[in-house]
């Protein structure tokens, strides 16, 4: 049992006052021919269960269904194997959930993202919750989990095969995260992708033959658990800093 | 790893014309002082996998925030625990969802409700999908779990203590389900509410106290995990005659 | 000249403080051979007419265009002569015609339902307006007329007739309220569906063949202007100690 | 009984082929002390239960909620007695209805508007239907009364006391046609505003004193039922022409 | 540089303070063979620049683009060179835009239109505005050109060449106010449609032809650069007029 | 005259054939003490008239309110002098924009964008139009300027002082450009802000004075003309390249 599941509807209130709220929010999408549909929300789940062991935390369930696919930044609709909900609706879900939270009680929530789309979406919905004043009393920090990784350590890591974090589709970071963390879901394939997209050009029709190479948007070859342990460990670590420093707790 | 987990961007068409596609909705919600507020994704999330073992079938990560609670049918907003979307939002979401898995390939869709203020908009997304000419070629099954379960075994089971699916709302079916699939999650008291509130009868300003007895809408009283799993065998065994019939599975 | 058409600029205020505002919300939607098209707002008019009747009440124009007809309560669009409103633009619809009235000055509204597939369109336009405090101030009652029907009473009048109210489109109830309050509308064909659909199983594609019996979802040889008389004095007498009840009239 | 009430499921698709189908829209609007709030419904059902006398026709049930009163053409939100509508709302539950009745088989719809607020949204509402092909195969005229009204007829009737179309609110046109159609709707006060606003010009804030004389924008002194006449045979046949060139009756 | 680009983040809320703000809302619409798609915006530009010469005033950037045009009023669909905004978007986008200006701290603002069938959407705009109180503590004027022009004027300019404003699309006095104002932009064909559409009449389907001649609704034939710079100055005056009634500057 | 201003009702469609449409899209927002509000348009203007002089291409009138500005590469909203757009309502309007000038014949259509958080709603009506079918037929290109610098570029002219594209706002890049190509429009002040944000990170409550210094969110203090003028070069050079590879003119 986890901690969000001994809420009820009588102690919650109470709780909610206690500890973080981590609200995991990803994608059903294409990873390529080695990962599963569900990579975008697989980490995000496992960052927050981490953080919930190192402060009081609850791990609210996920938001799985995200943004739809773009071309040049997830490979987009060509490829199969992706459930696309379009930005303004993720935008008003998101809105729900969010500020629902809020008034249930919690007064620090982290959202943490784990696909690239739904970014500007979920900034989105917490702007439009703020200037409605539902976050009102709240503390919030809402991210993806790539925004907390230093350059430095993607360099030491992989070198150029990390090839920007908009071509980071089912590539040498999530790969490494996935063997780090669900070894079992990964595949046995590594593919890589040697034209991987210019950032933000967006051109139809579309060339999916361009943009990747079998859903692949940059390469996977350098991946390892051990990679994926150090930035797993170096997310989680900044994230604490971030909440910390936020959330004053 | 779950059928579902198994699925990546190469063999994902092939998969989704071999199985059916199982998608639970539920809600956040609270369920009086004894059950945990995911309670409506928890009991379709079961059914759905013990459908897919005895049908090949893929679980599809569930949508877990659901449509407002209503006083006279969940216990309203006056109770704290629950997450609320608005039903057009949850339609829309649904709509992108559901199309989402058609246009992936799956050839038999069943979507399996555990909240009862979804309904509707649930229909209404099916209804909107399927205007749209995107739900062609598939063959879909929506309901809700009571749906399947016969007035005979209540009366068997529960006597007077079940007051009406619509007075349902934390009471002795749900108790019991709970009681046989996640003892874990079921706390140890026994709320019963004299006075269920009338069915359909929607009044302002709400009167919480009337409606319900600490978040429970009817009787718990009677619960047991053994009229919990009877229950559970006949929802899944006449979900199973209905896939069977409509889907030719 | 009704008591609502008597209101104008300069009373408007004065006398919606002193009455009870009536607003019946219906459908156009087949209701097989016998009934006309406007079966679901026509009940509603009466029975807010002989409430009007009974305790100071103007009974407002009729919303006459509802929510889309299910498959599996009332027969879907497969059956010719049904106008289908997106739920979300009733809702939105509904929301400014119930807060204009509470703004206008009524104090006390009564939102009387004869479609089915309405109910939980107009229980989100309600609560969105709770939400927004458009409600604030009034007392406010929502019900479709059925809810108001005593199960003693349908064992009564039509045994093992009456198949349920998912059932019950243009079936025993409707044919016999229609006997009562307009013979003038009803035609002679008595269709009776020996196999009524499940209630609330949506399966898609739709078969309209085993759903209905030329749009009659339940029975109607039972149906008697007797019966209609004895279900409308019963509906009236009971809203009347609803509205008493909670609007303290 | 009325035509449209003689439909049903079986005979609606037939009938529908044989006649048009006249859709009253209108407002619940305050129209100073004298005319009741319905005035902008009363008489297009009027108008459109004499056309159907003249061409083989089906008076539909009317909308009855229509868009905000402006204060420069209706008197605005500073009177009582006006139910407002938004706009894009009314627009789509004007799409839902007029397509409805075209998918339902009628092929000449005449949508007739007794509003003057209504008018853009109406035709929005016809030119998304249009885009989406909802309109195709049938022929639709739609307008409002007031454009049938040749300028000599209003200098023969009233003079320089008809001040303008949009100041034309609970004025001598409505008045008089209400005198000539539904006499004991119609009080005995006679209101002149003898400065009506100017047209199109909108100001905030709203300076209601400025714009009509307790709600009536124009003048109402030389109303008469005898005008009201001259005026309703002119409309009616003004119509029928139309329809007769457009629709091929 | 205008003035509006001499604003910056540190002195606009002081000079928001001292000048009035002029918003030019138009449309990109084909104007016949003779005049450019921009007519609709380069009008409102003008006389908002010739108006902020004469009282301290900000012209903001344009809205180009807007409502669809109507066959009745600016030739619709079937001619080609228009961009259409649906009704809803564009009153959104004019929300945001106009609510904007407001808490950037302009007191007072002046919508100047210049698109026949923006005037609705831009009117719910403001509605809708300050119903949720986003106008508080500014003076708005809203309103398009043509409603500044007195009716003794056109019968002196052009006499019968003018035929209503409905029809006043790319003919005589646009024509001529852009003979005044940019003459280098107005060809050389003048254009005339015996047969001007009726004012207020939609009809489906549009029948192109019978509507506009080369998408010319009513006359050019006597524009003229002296016509044109009558109208300005008239227009402007008059403007000036209501600015300075209604804003106090 | 502009190429644009050139266009007619009878040319439209044969020019519309000949040449690119270029449309800039920026926002009105506040850029620091030194820049007007309309730098985000600016730029996109002067870039796509660059290019419509090196390909036959068309300027069309620019979309000036864009989306919200987010804290955390915009500043936000507590830096006076922005208009904030919602997502989903630029997205709508740009969907109209953008495929209506594909429907009026531009077979090649460049989106050049200006703000940095326009960018997602931009590529998602892109795909909404897209998956309608709007786009059927026509080449486009959309993307914001700032992706088509190489990093070499930044390195070589700016070093250390430029901190990032999401801290790029009234900064070097901006301030070098816009004294390249509008010196009238700035001002003397050069402002840096020693603790740009962290990308992608978004906190509750807002806390402005983290954020930027006076509006500026990285550094200006190494602008100039020389650097604006190589900035500008290099990226109507590799538009023209893209345009070339994508278009094929």
């Known amino acids: 049992m986890s901690d969000f599941e001994k809420l009820n509807s009588e102690n919650v209130r109470q709780e909610a006052g206690r500890g973080i709220l981590l609200l995991p929010v990803g994608s059903v999408e294409q990873h390529g021919p080695h990962l599963p549909l569900t990579v975008d929300v697989e980490i995000p789940v496992r960052i927050s269960a ?21 071309p040049q930044s997830g490979g987009g609709p060509e490829i199969p194997g992706t459930i696309r909900v379009r930005g303004s609706v993720l935008t008003d879900y998101l809105k729900d959930v969010i500020s629902g939270y809020v008034s249930m009680g919690f007064r620090s929530v982290v959202i943490l993202n784990g696909h690239y789309e739904n970014e500007s979406f979920l900034f989105e919905a ?15 920090v809402a991210l993806s989990w790539w925004s907390l990784v230093p350059q430095a ?5 992989f070198g150029d ?12 970071c999530e790969t490494s995260l996935m063997l780090h963390l669900r070894q079992d879901l990964v595949g046995a394939e590594r593919v890589d992708n040697v034209t991987p997209p210019r950032s933000g050009i967006y051109t139809f029709p579309i060339e999916a ?18 990679n994926g342990r150090e930035l797993f460990e170096e997310i989680c670590s900044q994230l604490l800093s971030v909440i910390r420093e936020h959330m004053r707790v």
């Open 209 to 226: 033959s361009k943009i990747s190479n079998r859903g692949v948007l940059g390469n996977t070859s350098s991946s390892s658990a051990e």
């Open 126 to 140: 917490l702007e439009l919750c703020r200037q409605e004043g539902r976050l009102d009393g709240a503390r919030i």
């Open 50 to 70: 981490a953080i919930a062991e190192r402060v009081k935390g609850f791990v609210a369930p996920s938001i799985f269904y995200g943004a739809r696919s773009l």
């Open 161 to 172: 095969r990390f090839t920007g974090w908009h071509a980071e589709h089912a590539s040498v």
């Open 153 to 157: 350590l993607l360099d030491k890591l």
